[in-house]
């Protein structure tokens, strides 16, 4: 199984970046899709979740309104779209596959956003 992350990078506050996340070697259709976050010296942290058909998405209440979760099951991938970052948004972003009803999973390696001026 390889869950991989791609996209993140050093961005302005108030600047976009958009993380993308390719599955391979599991059901797509049989995972829920999540994005986690940890900043340094803090613990890590739900940021989003879509469903394994994709209906029905959560945000935590730090990135609502500013963040957008998509998924194409088709292409086996899960993105976040970050509009109106924050400095407080700096964190390693982790993409989670997740067993239905469980949370048993397949993490991504991370990649780094980091929101500075």
């Known amino acids: 199984v390889q869950v991989v992350e791609s996209g993140g990078g050093l961005v302005q506050p108030g600047g976009s970046l958009r993380l993308s996340c390719t599955v391979s070697g599991l059901r797509f259709t049989w995972y829920v899709m999540k994005w986690f976050r940890q900043a340094p010296g803090k613990e890590r942290e739900f940021v989003a979740g879509v469903t394994s058909d994709g209906g029905r998405k959560s945000y935590a209440e730090s990135v609502k309104g500013r963040f957008t979760m998509s998924r194409d099951n088709v292409r086996r991938t899960v993105a976040l779209q970050m509009n109106s970052l924050k400095v407080e948004d700096t964190a390693v972003y982790y993409c989670?596959?997740?067993?239905?009803?469980?949370?048993?999973?397949?993490w991504g390696q991370g990649t780094q956003v980091t929101v500075s001026s």
């Open positions: 989670k596959a997740e067993e239905i009803s469980t949370t048993n999973g397949y």
